[in-house]
């Protein structure tokens, strides 16, 4: 008699560790979806479609460069009919949370987002510019997939007593000469 209730006693034990083991099991398994989907909210995985959408922004933002360039050897009719092909195909990529970022004429910042090709160096330039853009920066859902390759036009340094400086602004250049006449002024009187 004791063996048997002692035999139930360890089934019934067996069963409520079993039954525990199960929740347990249960509430990892939703902890872990729910983080997966959070992960899934915050991070869209980059799918081969994207690829292809990012491939084809590059493609329209190049075909748009072409197009410019031969505007003015382009009658009417071809000209509105390529635009209009070329706005249908942005505005599709833009309702698919694709954006394309020409960084062409703006200034340059050091902590850019962007790969450098090349420097240049030109007498036309006061500040770092961005001259050229050879491939676009595409972005989908604000997340960038394709940086933007350009060239830099930088102004030249100039050789003065063999150290080597950057030429000044022309307003902080004139401003910079302003205030020494006034600082040989002083010191005069």
């Not at 083991?21 to 479609?49: E, G, H, M, W």
């Amino acid at each position: 008699m004791n063996v048997d209730i002692y035999f139930i006693a360890i089934v019934m034990l067996c069963l409520i560790i079993i039954s525990l083991i199960i929740i347990l099991a249960t509430r990892i398994a939703v902890t872990i979806d729910n983080f997966r989907k959070t992960i899934a909210q915050k991070y869209i995985p980059f799918d081969p479609s994207t690829d292809k959408l990012v491939s084809l922004a590059t493609d329209v933002w190049r075909l748009n460069k072409i197009v410019q360039k031969l505007e003015d050897s382009l009658d009417d009719n071809d000209k509105r009919r390529i635009k209009n092909s070329l706005n249908r195909i942005s505005t599709y990529l833009s309702s698919s949370n694709i954006d394309i970022e020409d960084f062409a004429g703006r200034k340059y910042n050091d902590g850019m987002n962007i790969e450098i090709l090349s420097t240049e160096y030109s007498d036309d330039v006061d500040y770092p510019m961005i001259s050229q853009v050879n491939r676009p920066q595409v972005s989908y859902t604000g997340i960038i997939h394709q940086k933007a390759q350009v060239i830099i036009s930088r102004p030249p340094l100039l050789q003065s007593s063999g150290k080597s400086k950057r030429r000044q602004h022309p307003k902080k250049a004139k401003k910079l000469k302003v205030n020494k006449e006034r600082s040989e002024e002083r010191y005069d009187k």
